[in-house]
Each structure stands twice: as structure tokens, then as C-alpha cells.
């Protein structure tokens, strides 16, 4: 089956630690993205990457990185710059980055800070 | 900046009453328009889109939505709803050009459906 993985579904981190989201596609997409999701809040971008070796900040990307090594790959890395990382953090991706495109979405990771 | 707004945080209906989620949009062209669902703890799914044409767009799960211009609103209806549907529901809007941009989505709207 085609789709999205993220993993872990469910982390913990101590304060001051980096950790680092897991998100693979198997569709093929040019396009991936990360989205953070605050109850309230809907969702708010954090980074994209229209192709392989490249990426954009989104509109809340301080304290957080990501690479693009891979087509299939787009991990993100909350470092421990990231003032409140506890939330829910969603991975997509699309067949190319044009805002007419449908972006496929993983099923998250909960990320909570102790 | 092109923005959304879902003015109704959360909404209750009964089972097999009718749904009407509201969504304005704020662009300056056509934009490009979605809704997409969520359940508890999940990711998203696709409802349905407008890009351009008729005006009145069907989806899956017996949802549909109508775009119109005048009101900038893409407002999401469902004629009778199931207990199945009890999800959160945004609406977003894309960029009418090939810039890379990712969607602009609504804050969410909350939906509880009752026996």
C-alpha cells in the first residue's frame, strides 16, 4: 500500500534534548512537508521541500531543522531551541508543490516534553 | 497573504440532521480550495477540493461544498449527518501558482453528533 509513515507515533523528551521525527513516503512525491498542530490552533507549516536537497522554512520554523537526502525521506529534528515542542506534529506530501496539489498526510507523532 | 477562517470552533447536531461547516477564505484570485478531516489523534483525509468550474463540488462520505465568489466563502454541507462523521474538519487554501508554497489551513472546526 502506498502512503505516509511516521514514527514514533507517540515520543517523550527530557528538556534540552534534540530529537528527531521520522516521516517516509512510498507515493513517489516530489513535494514533503511538516506541520505543527496545537489544539485550537489548526495547523501551521514548519518546513517544506519541493525536491530532493532542497527545503524552505515555513512560517514557524525557528527551532527546528530538517534534511532532504532522500526522495522517500524528510525527517525533522526538534532541537532544543524549540521553546514548547509539545504538540502533534504532522508529515504530507504532495505529488509536486503547487498550492492546487492534495497533500497526502501521515498519521502524526505526539511529542511531549517532560 | 491569503488566509482562512472557520468562525465556528465547535458544532453539535444530531444524528441524521443536516451539516453546514462555514469557511471564508481571504485571495485576491480564484483560489484553490479544501476541506479535509480529522479523527481523534489521526492524520488528515481528503474531503474534497475546488479548483475551477462548477461551483458545487461533491466528495467522499456523502460531503459536499459550494465556493462562492461573492460571499469568499467554500462552505462544507452534508444532508444528513452519521455518528461516524463526529471529526474535526478544516478548510484550507492554496497558492494559484507553482511557488512552493504549502496550504494555508483554518484553525478547525470541532463536530459532535448526538444520538
Known amino acids: 500500500d502506498g502512503g505516509i509513515t511516521q514514527s514514533p507515533k507517540y515520543l517523550f523528551r527530557k528538556e534540552g534534548q534534540n530529537v528527531t521525527l521520522s516521516c517516509e513516503q512510498n507515493l513517489n512525491h516530489d513535494a514533503m512537508y511538516w506541520y505543527r498542530q496545537d489544539p485550537g490552533q489548526g495547523l501551521r507549516l514548519i518546513y517544506y521541500s519541493q525536491i530532493v536537497n532542497d527545503f524552505q522554512k515555513g512560517d514557524i520554523a525557528e527551532g527546528y531543522s530538517v534534511s532532504r537526502e532522500k526522495k522517500e525521506s524528510f525527517p525533522l529534528t526538534v532541537t532544543s531551541a524549540q521553546k514548547n515542542p509539545t504538540a502533534f506534529y504532522l508529515c504530507?506530501?504532495?505529488?509536486?508543490?503547487?498550492?492546487?496539489?492534495?497533500?497526502?498526510f501521515g498519521p502524526g507523532t505526539r511529542l511531549t516534553v517532560l | 497573504a491569503q488566509s482562512v477562517t472557520q468562525p465556528d470552533i465547535h458544532i453539535t447536531v444530531s444524528e441524521g440532521a443536516s451539516l453546514e461547516l462555514r469557511c471564508n477564505y481571504s485571495?485576491?484570485?480564484?483560489?484553490?480550495l479544501f476541506w479535509y478531516v480529522q479523527s481523534p489523534g489521526q492524520g488528515l483525509q481528503l474531503l474534497l477540493k475546488?479548483?475551477?468550474?462548477?461551483?458545487l463540488v461533491q466528495g467522499i462520505k456523502g460531503f459536499e461544498a459550494e465556493f462562492k465568489r461573492s460571499q469568499s466563502s467554500f462552505n462544507l454541507r452534508k444532508p444528513s449527518v452519521h455518528w461516524s462523521d463526529a471529526a474535526e474538519y478544516f478548510c484550507?487554501?492554496?497558492?494559484?501558482?507553482?511557488?512552493?508554497?504549502?496550504?494555508?489551513f483554518g484553525k478547525g472546526t470541532s463536530l459532535l453528533v448526538t444520538p
Open positions: 485571495y485576491g484570485a480564484t483560489p484553490y
Open positions: 475546488y479548483f475551477s468550474g462548477d461551483t
Open positions: 484550507a487554501v492554496g497558492k494559484a501558482s507553482n511557488s512552493g508554497y504549502a496550504l494555508n
Open positions: 504530507a506530501s504532495s505529488i509536486s508543490s503547487g498550492g492546487y496539489n492534495e497533500q497526502f
